[in-house]
Every structure is written in structure tokens, then in C-alpha cells.
């Protein structure tokens, strides 16, 4: 079963180093997003694509996060000079948008999700 | 704006008892609701989801929901609850954009 998959599971940096983070998504799957989750909290958006194209980002997504998603398979969200407060779990998901502009009816399939942790 | 309430943070419930989790949404139109359940140190697993038609939803694992447009609410309900269902469990909405709005989640402990 090739669901979504992301890595690395689990990453613990020092504050102002950078980190990546990569997500494969379901193949057949043009939507995949990206999610941040703090403890007791639900996911947060962060930002989307639909295939290669970044169609939206979110207000928390400061300049030191940057996101691309190159020949619309695979993503990667890259965090600069990390911040204690970046600390969280990151979480991709993937989505299949119909065809047609009144489908919005696809759920989201998530990955186990990338742990942060920034000393 | 679209907004996903579930008012209960943290739930315990015994093996065996049935179960009920709140969800309350705000949103204009038309509401593709969804419930979604993470275990410690996962993703999230899709439970069920309503869009239209029949309001009594069931899903996977034994669990359904019941969307009530009166009520503004898509409670998510089990009658025998298991050990594994510890969990954390949300609700989320489809809003303005096409994206999805969670809740804070509802903490289930299951106690024997």
C-alpha cells in the first residue's frame, strides 16, 4: 500500500540550524498540503498545492518556511534558522481534486507526520 | 468565517460502554463534514465523512455519525467501546477555499 509517506520521522535540531522535510504523496493524488500540529491542538494549515503549483499559504507560514513541490510529485518544506517555537509535528496530506469545480468532496490522507523538536 | 467546535477536550469512557464525541460547526453553506482519528505519534486516519443524502453516516471501526443541520452539529457515536480506541479524534469542516478546518480534538481514554 503506498500511502503517504514522510521523512524523517522524527528530527531534533539546534535553534538557527535548518531543517527538511520531505512528503511522497499518494501517486495518483494533484493536491498535497501541508500541516503544522502543536500538543492539544488540531492541525493547522500551512500551505497547498495542486500539482507543482503552490495555490496557497497560510499566515503562519513565516519567510523562514519555504515549501516547493517540484514536477508535482514529491514536496518538501524547509525550515531556516529553526526557532524553539517551531517545535511540532509537521504533517502532509494528500488529495485527489476532481475534475470538476463543484467536486470538493476528496478527504485528505495524511502521513505518520515529521516531528520537530529545536533545542 | 468556518469554525469546528468540540467541546469536550478530554473524554473517559469504560471497555464495553458506548461512546458519544461532540463536534459543532459554523459554516454558511452546504457542509462536507469529516471525522478523523490519530493515535499517539501518527497521522491522521480517516473515520467517516458526510456530504449529502442519508444523515446517519456510518465508517469504519464501528463508528457513525448523525449530522444535524438544526443543530449545527456531526456527533460521532460507537455502542461498544474497545481498549484500541484510545485516541485523539477530530472534526473537521470543508469551508471557504475548498480547505479543511479542524477542531482541537477530543482525548479518549478507555479504561478497563
Known amino acids: 500500500d503506498t500511502g503517504v509517506s514522510q521523512n524523517p520521522r522524527h528530527k531534533i535540531t539546534k535553534r538557527g540550524q535548518n531543517v527538511t522535510f520531505r512528503c511522497d504523496p499518494i501517486s495518483e493524488h494533484n493536491r498535497l498540503y501541508w500541516y503544522r500540529q502543536t500538543l492539544g491542538q488540531g492541525p493547522e494549515f500551512l500551505t497547498y498545492?495542486?500539482?507543482?503549483?503552490?495555490?496557497?499559504k497560510s499566515r503562519l507560514l513565516s519567510d523562514r518556511f519555504s515549501a516547493e513541490r517540484p514536477k508535482g510529485s514529491f514536496s518538501t518544506l524547509e525550515i531556516q534558522r529553526t526557532e524553539q517555537g517551531d517545535s511540532a509535528m509537521y504533517l502532509c496530506?494528500?488529495?485527489?481534486?476532481?475534475?470538476?469545480?463543484?467536486?470538493?468532496?476528496?478527504?485528505?490522507?495524511f502521513g505518520e507526520g515529521s516531528r520537530l523538536t529545536v533545542l | 468565517a468556518q469554525s469546528v467546535t468540540q467541546p469536550d477536550i478530554h473524554i473517559t469512557v469504560s471497555e464495553g460502554a458506548s461512546l458519544e464525541l461532540r463536534c459543532n460547526y459554523s459554516y454558511g453553506a452546504t457542509p462536507y463534514l469529516f471525522w478523523y482519528v490519530q493515535s499517539p505519534g501518527q497521522g491522521l486516519q480517516l473515520l467517516l465523512k458526510?456530504?449529502?443524502?442519508?444523515?446517519l453516516v456510518q465508517g469504519i471501526k464501528g463508528f457513525e455519525a448523525e449530522f444535524k443541520r438544526s443543530q449545527s452539529s456531526f456527533n460521532l457515536r460507537k455502542p461498544t467501546v474497545h481498549w484500541s480506541d484510545a485516541a485523539e479524534y477530530f472534526c473537521a469542516v470543508i469551508g471557504t477555499g475548498n480547505q479543511f478546518y479542524f477542531g482541537t480534538g477530543t482525548s479518549l481514554t478507555v479504561i478497563p
Open positions: 458526510y456530504f449529502s443524502g442519508d444523515t
Open positions: 496530506a494528500s488529495r485527489l481534486r476532481g475534475r470538476t469545480s463543484g467536486d470538493v468532496t476528496g478527504e485528505l490522507f
Open positions: 498545492f495542486q500539482n507543482e503549483a503552490q495555490l496557497e
